[in-house]
């Protein structure tokens, strides 16, 4: 017996590595994109656990859903997302002042 491992995909055909690592980078994938979806899900009942206390508070809920619609079909047209930049903007200038 021996403590060395074998190196399976070396003894496989071209064709048969490739889609091997293509299942491999498929999986990882899957798994980063459920990763994902649970710190969201996390984010998302943290921010709706409670009311906003400031101001600085609500506009970061409000940039969270903009950030969010930016990324729908309907936020695609060009004076929606001008209107969403431009938003992002007002809450970034009217935090520094605040600050």
């Not at 729908?72 to 520094?96: C, G, H, M, W, Y």
């Amino acid at each position: 017996m021996t403590d060395d491992t074998v190196d399976l995909d070396q003894h496989r055909g071209i064709a048969a590595q490739k889609a091997t690592l293509l299942r491999r980078l498929l999986s990882e994938v899957e798994d980063d994109a459920r990763a994902l979806r649970l710190r969201q899900e996390e984010l998302e009942a943290q921010l709706g656990a409670a009311p906003a206390t400031t101001w600085m508070d609500a506009a970061e809920k409000a940039r969270y859903l903009l950030d969010l619609f930016a990324t729908t079909p309907a936020a695609q047209d060009p004076r929606r997302q001008a209107l969403i930049a431009n938003v992002l903007k007002d809450f970034e200038r009217l935090s520094k002042k605040r600050g």
